[in-house]
């Protein structure tokens, strides 16, 4: 996600743009404080995955974002996203597993494409 928002956006912090100004304000006062005190890194770290999702829907990359399946996919990787980096329990039946394997086919379909998107040569 964030290296075809990059390739859409070279200039560094162009894509602040399209955040809701609270978490564009929150992203600043990251970005501000790392140069600060000499730790900056790439500010598209300081976004979170909902962030990023509203990027790439901005960002229009061709029948990618807009259909409500897409919605569903993207809510379920980042549920699965938050149980995993939560250490949640996320596994608790067969019928679980069945579908966390769906969602990783789901992230995995959605990565083949922006890369796709990428080759393209979309902006």
């Known amino acids: ?15 602040l743009q399209h955040l809701e100004a609270g978490a564009r304000q929150q992203v600043a006062g990251l970005i501000k404080r790392s140069g600060e005190n000499d730790s900056e890194v790439d500010s598209l770290l300081y976004t979170h995955f909902g962030d990023k ?10 029948g990618c974002w807009a259909e409500s399946r897409r919605e569903e996919e993207f809510k379920e990787i980042r549920d ?12 608790t039946s067969r019928e679980e597993v ?12 959605i990565r083949l494409e922006l890369r796709k998107w990428q080759a393209s040569g979309s902006p």
């Open 98 to 109: 069945t579908k966390i394997q769906g969602v990783i086919r789901s992230l995995l379909r």
């Open 80 to 91: 699965l996203r938050n149980a995993v980096a939560h250490a949640r329990d996320y596994v």
């Open 53 to 62: 999702m509203k990027i790439l829907r901005e960002i229009d990359c061709p």
């Open 1 to 15: 996600m964030a290296r075809a928002i990059r390739r859409r956006y070279p200039s560094r912090n162009d894509w």
